[in-house]
Nanobody
Framework: QVQLVESGGGLVQAGGSLRLSCVAS????????MGWFRQAPGKERNFVAV????????AYADSVKGRFTISRDYAKNTMYLQMASLKPEDTAVYYC??????????????????WGQGTQVTVSS
């Protein structure tokens, strides 16, 4: 059974940093892109970042570009999101996800087939 488990969320002051982790279990996803999304209360789930199956390609939402860094560790089947210079508008539940099909990069939530339960990130002003 495939399972994604996020961790690393919490409360941080504006300007601070957090690192989110997402551990995948149940099978290998070395041929699949993985992504991070976030959802604030009353809003849609939005794309944050994606990393290619090779780890060589990444893409970011404009709102986080230059502040967030996505990475993955194949040996640990784990993906990370390093977040720096956090802003109150970054407050949301952050979800990790895996695309439905191998060797494609997508940014729309409907293109992802596996999701974690989410981890709350709260940035105070």
């Amino acid at each position: 059974q495939v399972q994604l488990v996020e961790s690393g969320g919490g409360l941080v002051q504006a300007g601070g940093s957090l690192r989110l982790s997402c551990v995948a279990s149940g099978r290998s996803f070395s041929n699949y892109a993985m992504g991070w999304f976030r959802q604030a209360p009353g809003k849609e789930r939005n794309f944050v970042a994606v990393i290619a199956w090779s780890g060589a390609g990444t893409a970011y939402a404009d709102s986080v570009k230059g502040r967030f860094t996505i990475s993955r560790d194949y040996a640990k089947n784990t993906m990370y999101l390093q977040m720096a210079s956090l802003k109150p508008e970054d407050t949301a539940v952050y979800y990790c996800a895996i695309v439905r099909f191998p060797r494609i990069i997508r940014t729309a939530p409907e293109d992802y087939g596996y999701w974690g339960q989410g981890t709350q990130v709260t940035v105070s002003s």
